[in-house]
């Protein structure tokens, strides 16, 4: 699924008023009535309260839209503009003046005081946000903070129409008490980048995409520099098999890693990459590791180092496909000598993670002799010491692009939504959860995305298809061992139920037939 900037929301709305011979409306009316269609599918005409706050722009003009339908239909609604400036949109007039005509309950107009908190609203309650969308290019004044501080108090559940109202689409959050928190955003079209940010995303709990009839053309076309990540994306690149395949067909994997009390790196990382459907797996380990791992995972050949407890020396017959290296490494001062002689030797296609990742940050000049779209898997901290410092969430993204950019690499940023990182392109994933903050499973992803380009995926296929099973595998255990129990191996266990899920059909709902008589 893309996901659209601001100006490109802009540009859309303005091509399918055009081309559907529409007003803007006209397009304001059919938006109100998905989010009321919502609404009343849930509802089904229950008596809860709903108070609906709107702006005096745009978006405000969506909640009048949305209120007058309720109304209409015999909801219990009570709507209020936030009447602090005297700039009102074109069609929040129109469709101030036709909520009028509906209802003998005009909406309340507030003043620049805190007149809210003469409003009773109780915790079972609804409140729809449409007070500010994505157009907001001013400071919060200090009232609507305490019109935003006034929604957290009631506890009541919170509806935001297209984006919660205080935040922006480009730029991070200054002054949280000025965000609205919502229990659920309904996003026009397509979600927006902040809901999948760390900073940002807290302020929506959930949100759903709601299809508004922006000109298909212009959404398939248009380019953007941000895609979301799921099941339809990923199917198209899969790749089957064939009958007279044979091990050799899916390449031969190395992985480089291990030291003294950490061997179970690449144990996990090499059991991935056979689990994700490699061929063949060579590790290249220290002595120590040589009997744990022989005996933990039979189906790995072992390369041992010369010494003991440290790869001192990289040096191999074999000639792999691809090589993942960083794994349980570590930074002894001989182990990064071994490393920097393998990146000046070395011409494989390359995966790194881990201590790899920390050498080439004490060493960015090796940086360049990468071999061209290497694979760098940093969790938030091993990034810092690659690109820098940053400010916030949108400073990290960008320092993030020019690093890749320069080196030629793809960066997968792990975390809560993963966001792979090539060129100026962003790639968020939608799949994974908090279980997967466990030791061992950044392994177990350098494994699979390992052994996914010794198959022949391309490195950025290889990315992202590898996140995406890694986050489903994770996403399918947790009905079985919840978030807290959920370990490393249980990732690997679970991809061969991701790849299922490629192919699981959504249930049909039940449809009851009548008995004949």
């Not at 909640?63 to 503009?81: D, E």
């Not at 959050?173 to 928190?181: L, S, W």
């Not at 920097?340 to 960015?364: P, Q, R, Y």
């Amino acid at each position: 699924m893309k996901i659209f900037s601001k100006e490109q929301i802009y540009a859309g709305d303005a091509l399918t008023q055009k081309k559907q011979n529409i007003s803007s409306t006209d397009l304001m009316e059919r938006a109100g009535i998905q989010i009321f269609n919502w609404l009343h599918t849930r509802m089904q005409g229950a008596q809860v309260p709903i108070h609906v706050f709107c702006g005096i722009g745009n978006n405000g003009g969506d909640g009048l839209v949305v209120a007058r339908h309720l109304l209409t239909h015999g909801y219990n609604v009570s709507t209020y503009i936030v009447n602090c400036s005297n700039k009102r949109s074109k069609d929040f007039l129109i469709n101030y003046d036709r909520i009028k005509n509906v209802t003998k309950k005009w909406p309340t107009l507030l003043s620049c005081k805190d007149d809210y908190n003469a409003i009773n609203i109780d915790e079972k309650d609804i409140i729809v946000d449409a007070v500010f969308g994505i157009g907001l290019n001013r400071p919060i004044e200090a009232w609507v903070k305490g019109l935003f501080g006034f929604f957290r108090a009631t506890k009541a559940f919170t509806l935001s129409i297209d984006i919660p109202s205080g935040l922006f689409t480009d730029k991070a959050v200054e002054d949280p008490e000025a965000v609205v928190n919502a229990g659920y955003t309904l996003s026009f079209q397509t979600p927006k980048l902040i809901f999948f940010l760390p900073q940002t995303a807290k302020y929506t709990v959930q949100w759903e995409a709601l299809d508004i009839g922006i000109d298909p053309e212009y959404l398939f076309t248009t380019p953007t520099g941000t895609d979301l990540i799921g099941k339809n994306e990923m199917l198209p690149i899969y790749q089957p098999r064939e009958k007279y395949s044979h091990k050799g067909t899916f390449g031969h994997c190395l992985i480089i890693g291990g030291s003294y009390g950490k061997i179970g790196a690449v144990t996990l990382a090499s059991r991935s990459v056979l689990a994700v459907g490699a061929g063949k797996i060579t590790a290249f380990i220290p002595k120590c590791g040589y009997i744990p791992l022989q005996t933990a995972f039979p189906e790995a050949m072992v390369i041992t180092d010369g010494d003991e407890e440290k790869i001192t020396k990289i040096n191999f017959e074999i000639d792999p496909t691809v090589i993942g290296i960083g794994v349980g490494l570590g930074t002894d001062t001989k182990t990064i000598v071994a490393f920097e002689a393998f990146i000046k030797a070395n011409k494989t296609a390359l995966v790194v993670d881990a201590d790899g990742l920390n050498i080439l940050a004490k060493k960015k000049t090796l940086l360049k002799l990468l071999p061209e779209q290497s694979v760098l898997t940093p969790h938030p901290k091993e990034l810092e010491r690659l690109v820098g410092k940053w400010t916030d969430d949108f400073d990290k993204l960008n320092k993030t692009k020019a690093f890749a950019k320069k080196y030629n690499v793809i960066v997968v940023i792990k975390g809560a939504n993963t966001i792979t990182v090539f060129e100026d392109k962003l790639y968020v994933n939608a799949t994974g959860n908090p279980g997967l903050a466990t030791a061992g499973t950044g392994d177990v992803l350098t494994g699979m995305i390992t052994g996914l380009i010794s198959q022949g995926y391309a490195p950025l296929e290889a990315a992202l298809f590898g996140v995406y099973l890694h986050g489903k595998s994770a996403d399918i255990l947790i009905e079985q061992f919840g978030y807290q129990s959920l370990i490393a191996s249980d990732v690997i266990n679970g991809i061969s139920l991701a790849y299922l899920d490629l192919f699981k059909q959504p249930e049909q709902p039940q449809v009851e037939v009548a008995d004949e008589e």
